[in-house]
């Protein structure tokens, strides 16, 4: 899950090098690691469970990030945004909360649409033991913990 829609795609050094810097590619999942972390100042567990994914996988999406980012700032990279796994929650499935569709090639692909995303009906699961609970219309599957062992909840 992702609530922020990056408008600029590509960074890339200044220099006078005839031949046009190679690409490190950052996803907008991973973007998005880096902004609750650094930006928000969110816990992992918080951020995690805002992107509606297991802490350990964030951390290791933004350890990956900075690997990255790291690799394009010494060895003179350009970085380019693009693609990802990745859901934005608008008012229908894509684009950042509210704001309807994003558009545009690369942009709010993922697993967007087609029943997993919203809507009233459905199980909210435990990505920690696997319990399944069903949806509360109105109340995001995140904002559950589960009854079993606490951890917050995500949708299935």
């Known amino acids: 899950m992702v609530d922020f829609e990056h408008g600029l795609r590509h960074f890339k050094p200044e220099g006078d090098s005839p031949e046009p810097p190679e690409d490190v590619r950052l996803t907008i999942d991973e973007l998005e690691t880096m902004r609750l972390s650094y930006l928000e100042k969110l816990s992992q567990s918080d951020a995690a469970a805002l992107m509606q994914i297991h802490q350990s996988t964030f951390q290791r999406t933004l350890k990956k990030t900075l690997e990255k980012i790291t690799d394009a700032f010494v060895n003179g990279k350009a970085i380019r945004i693009e693609g990802g796994d990745y859901r934005m929650p608008g008012k229908d499935g894509t684009g950042p909360a509210g704001q309807g569709p994003v558009g545009g090639q690369g942009r709010g692909q993922g697993r967007g649409r087609g029943g997993r995303f919203g809507g009233p009906e459905g199980n909210c699961v435990c990505p920690a033991c696997g319990h399944e609970a069903p949806h509360?219309?109105?109340?995001?599957?995140?904002?559950?913990?589960?009854?079993?062992?606490?951890?917050?909840?995500?949708?299935?």
Do not use: A, I, L
Request: charged content about 25%; proline content about 14%.
């Open 136 to 156: 509360t219309p109105g109340v995001p599957c995140s904002q559950m913990k589960c009854e079993k062992c606490g951890s917050p909840m995500v949708r299935k």
